[in-house]
């Protein structure tokens, strides 16, 4: 029963330096998503994939890439982290299209913390 | 996706049931209301969702007004651990009756429970 795993849970970057946040799902589910959530804030959408091999732009998407080459896992990539940046990043994951309507609820994992200096 | 209004917290004691509203005046009819909670630290939890009708599941009720610009979720015995964010999101689906689950998360309620 693990659901939605993100790793690494917590990393402290340099501004400039790359790093790849990792998502794994094992619900079989087509969509998944990385959020971010800056303090006192709600979460926002970065990036978005509705299947293997796609990916879309959210809400907040500069300054990030995504990859999506296979289905159970999403990768946020930072290629030059900035302190703006340093934020709280969350996966999530859903059945998406081709299920009833109300049953696509979406999944999150746990977090991971992200500290840009 | 229509915008929602929720109180910025709320209090609630241990054992009673906790009433928490939101107001999403500009809601159309392919929009459905969702609430999600987040505890500290955790990562965001579905609770429930609706389109016109009330809902009861295990966790809580969602009663949607007939005019459906507001509902309230309930959660009927309030414990300590239910001390969280809670977010009421609209989601629209599409014609196809598929969504892409862009969720748009506000600034939620803060719910605290005290014994």
């Known amino acids: 029963n693990a659901g939605v795993t993100q790793t690494p849970k917590f990393r402290v970057l340099k501004t400039g330096q790359s790093m790849t946040l990792l998502c794994a799902q094992d619900m079989n589910h087509e969509y998944m998503y990385w959020y971010r959530q800056d303090p006192g804030m709600g979460l926002r959408l970065i990036h978005y994939s509705v299947g293997e091999g796609t990916t879309a732009k959210g809400e907040v998407p500069d300054g990030y890439n995504v990859s999506r080459l296979k289905k159970q896992n999403f990768l946020l990539g930072l290629e030059s982290a900035a302190p703006s940046q340093t934020s709280v990043y969350f996966c999530?994951?859903?059945?998406?299209?081709?299920?009833?309507?109300?049953?696509?609820?979406?999944?999150f994992g746990e977090g991971s913390w992200l500290t840009v200096v | 996706d229509a915008k929602t209004t929720q109180p910025t917290s709320m209090d609630c004691a241990e054992g009673r049931a906790a009433n928490l509203p939101c107001n999403h005046s500009?809601?159309?009819?392919?929009?459905?209301v969702y609430w999600y909670r987040q505890i500290h630290s955790q990562g965001p939890q579905y609770i429930i969702h609706?389109?016109?009708n009330n809902e009861t599941n295990e966790m809580a009720s969602l009663i949607i007004t007939e005019d459906r610009k507001s509902s309230t979720l309930i959660l009927p015995h309030a414990t300590l651990r239910d001390t969280a964010v809670y977010y009421c999101?609209?989601?629209?689906?599409?014609?196809?009756?598929?969504?892409?689950?862009?969720?748009?998360f506000g600034q939620g309620t803060i719910l605290t429970v005290h014994p």
């Open positions: 999101i609209v989601l629209r689906y599409n014609a196809g009756g598929t969504s892409y689950g862009k969720l748009t």
């Open positions: 609706g389109l016109k």
């Open positions: 999530a994951s859903s059945h998406g299209q081709g299920r009833l309507i109300g049953v696509n609820t979406i999944y």
């Open positions: 500009t809601i159309s009819g392919n929009e459905y």
